[in-house]
């Protein structure tokens, strides 16, 4: 069966540090992928778009690595702030109309 | 920037009522979804909507209708609510111009069917 897996368990780290989040899937081939940010109470807000043919993207501090081999994307945050607190979402989308398919999301809490 | 309302934060209603959640968009978006969110299950959807008067189920459509009647609002009807649709549900838009377009979420209706 097709499935996005993303660690539920919350990510502890301490403020400066760089913040790795996961995101496996299984029986997808993904045109692309996308990742989003989620604060309590607020819709998902885009972050970046990585496609197949692409291995690494980078925005400011943020970079997304995509290895269809592996079928993971892993996402950093380079020097992490509290502000970058939140949930964090991937999503898959396939050829065609491009419905996405999400992750769970992992939490990320970044402490002073 | 683009802005999708959705037209309640809150709303409690009782079991067997129909119910009406809006969604407007002020970017002229070809593509619409209505997603819902639970914990542990992550977002799931329910109904796009490629264009005006289109509508395609999602993967969990099962007590759901939806209308687009006008570009800019898309409408999640729940026939008969039931319990097991309390949830949040979050609307979205993305404009159809070219591949990888970013989804653009609203802050989110949470339903409680009591």
């Known amino acids: 069966s097709q499935k996005i897996e993303q660690n539920s368990e919350a990510l502890n780290i301490q403020e400066g540090k760089t913040a790795t989040l996961t995101c496996n899937y299984t029986n997808y081939s993904p045109a692309y992928l996308q990742w989003y940010r989620q604060d309590p109470g607020r819709g998902p807000v885009f972050l970046l778009l990585i496609r197949e043919n692409e291995k690494e993207k980078r925005k400011e501090r943020l970079k997304v690595t995509f290895d269809t081999t592996l079928k993971q994307s892993l996402f950093h945050i380079t020097a992490s702030q509290p502000a970058d607190s939140a949930t964090y979402l991937c999503?898959?989308?396939?050829?065609?109309?491009?419905?996405?398919?999400f992750g769970t999301g992992t939490r990320l809490l970044v402490s002073p | 920037d683009v802005k999708v309302t959705q037209s309640s934060r809150y709303l409690v209603k009782r079991t067997g009522e129909k119910v009406f959640l809006e969604c407007v968009q002020d970017m002229d978006h070809e593509n619409m979804f209505w997603y819902r969110q639970d914990p542990g299950l992550g977002l799931r959807l329910i109904y796009f909507?490629?264009?005006?008067?289109?509508?395609e189920k999602g993967d969990i459509p099962e007590g759901y209708s939806v209308s687009r009647e006008k570009k800019e609002r898309f409408s999640l009807i729940l026939e008969s609510a039931s319990t097991n649709q309390t949830s949040m549900y979050l609307c979205?838009?993305?404009?159809?111009?070219?591949?990888?377009?970013?989804?653009?979420f609203g802050d989110g209706t949470r339903l409680s069917i009591l």
């Open positions: 999503a898959l989308a396939t050829t065609g109309f491009q419905k996405l398919v």
């Open positions: 979205a838009s993305r404009p159809s111009d070219r591949e990888g377009q970013p989804q653009h």
């Open positions: 909507s490629y264009d005006v008067k289109m509508k």
